[in-house]
């Protein structure tokens, strides 16, 4: 299914798989680009990873902090190894009562940019399926029509209900942000992430203060791979929530970085999928779910593609889960290795 947001219409994702054998075990990782959004220059992506995978068959050292440039490529060279520790068990990447099967993730439902009846259709079946939280993208109509599409959810499902997300994906002007804001405050809504475009710190500090709606930093914090930087950005900025996509900010430490200097400054976090395969995003719910993190989590994109990996990824009602009776298609893997 195409995705649009306010940036642009998805309707193809490119993925390179890092697979590393040593012995007869394997490491899978995925590095998954989104055009316009990820940081990583596609057109050199195949020439680092084989320039990686031969140091790797060399036994050189692999610096992985090098590619702080290339963030998605960096995720998948960290979840590679991580999964290739794990010997036999290449999928298993962390210990939970979700990785064990025993537990589901509570997540969001997505609802994608589209004419009214398109958007009005997919709340349709969300609701159906038992969503009590929804993510709307927004930006992409005219806002008048946007305001009367969450109206009229909001007139049929109060608060304690059914829960409301919005994301912007920057698509406000800095001059009416704050006026929107206002009025879609008037509707509960939990959050909107990146009212804004990214990069303008100061205006986005001034709409944190006042909007009477939590604002989340998305888009903001990509590219920011200092520490020092994302401290002062956390500090100027002062937002409600982050929005942490380990493939666009270059993997798990890097995540639990942000989350680290989050939740120093009592600020709370999910964690978002960004379109990976179900390899993808069965790392990041794998990590996510040791975070003991109760928010609703944004990890149902996976199950958007028509050609996708088998996995045992599943959503049932509003949580995803790893079943016993699904298996991985390791065919795929081992002939890549």
């Given at each position: 299914?195409?995705g649009k947001?306010s940036?642009d219409v ?9 697979v ?14 989104i ?6 220059n ?9 320039q990686l995978c ?12 090098k590619y702080?440039l290339?963030p ?8 590679a190894?991580?999964?290739?520790e794990?010997?036999n068990?290449p999928?298993?990447l962390f210990d939970?009562d979700f990785?064990n099967?025993?537990?589901g993730i509570?997540i969001?439902g ?9 958007m ?16 709307l ?8 029509t ?10 049929k499902f ?7 997300r919005?994301?912007a994906n ?5 001059n ?8 879609l405050?008037?509707?509960?809504i ?6 804004i475009?990214?990069?303008?710190q ?9 909007s009477?709606i939590?604002i989340a ?5 990509i590219g920011v ?5 994302r401290?002062?950005?956390?500090d100027?900025?002062?937002?409600h929530?982050l929005i942490?996509?380990?493939?666009l ?7 639990n970085e942000w989350?680290?200097?989050a939740e120093?400054r009592?600020?709370?976090?999910w964690?978002t ?7 993808g995003l069965?790392s990041i719910?794998?990590?996510?779910s040791?975070k003991n993190?109760e928010?609703?989590q944004g990890?149902?994109t ?5 050609n996708n990996i088998?996995s ?5 009602k509003d949580?995803?889960?790893?079943k ?6 390791l065919?795929?893997f081992?002939r890549?290795?």
């Amino acid at each position: 299914m195409p995705g649009k947001t306010s940036r642009d219409v998805l309707s193809k994702k490119d993925s390179w798989f890092l697979v590393l054998k040593k012995n007869e075990n394997y490491g899978v990782g995925e590095c998954s680009i989104i055009p316009g959004l990820s940081l990583d220059n596609v057109d050199q992506i195949e020439s680092e990873l084989n320039q990686l995978c031969k140091d790797f068959s060399m036994g050189n050292q692999i610096n992985i902090d090098k590619y702080d440039l290339f963030p998605a490529l960096k995720f998948s060279i960290e979840t590679a190894f991580l999964s290739l520790e794990r010997n036999n068990s290449p999928f298993h990447l962390f210990d939970s009562d979700f990785t064990n099967k025993q537990k589901g993730i509570f997540i969001n439902g997505l609802i994608w940019m589209g004419d009214i009846e398109f958007m009005e259709k997919q709340i349709r079946i969300k609701l159906k399926n038992g969503f009590n939280c929804l993510k709307l993208k927004i930006g992409g109509l005219d806002f008048e029509t946007e305001m009367s599409l969450i109206k009229k959810l909001r007139q049929k499902f109060s608060p304690d209900d059914l829960e409301i997300r919005l994301d912007a994906n920057g698509a406000f002007c800095k001059n009416n942000a704050l006026e929107k804001l206002e009025r879609l405050g008037n509707f509960f809504i939990h959050s909107i992430e990146q009212p804004i475009m990214p990069n303008q710190q100061q205006e986005m500090a001034k709409l944190c203060e006042l909007s009477p709606i939590p604002i989340a930093l998305d888009e903001e914090l990509i590219g920011v791979n200092l520490s020092s930087e994302r401290e002062k950005l956390l500090d100027t900025i002062n937002p409600h929530f982050l929005i942490v996509k380990p493939s666009l900010l270059g993997g798990f430490k890097d995540s639990n970085e942000w989350i680290h200097f989050a939740e120093k400054r009592n600020i709370k976090w999910w964690a978002t999928s960004a379109l990976e395969s179900n390899v993808g995003l069965n790392s990041i719910a794998q990590w996510v779910s040791t975070k003991n993190n109760e928010l609703r989590q944004g990890l149902g994109t996976g199950m958007l593609f028509s050609n996708n990996i088998q996995s045992p990824l599943c959503i049932e009602k509003d949580a995803i889960f790893l079943k016993e009776h699904k298996k991985w298609d390791l065919n795929f893997f081992t002939r890549q290795a």
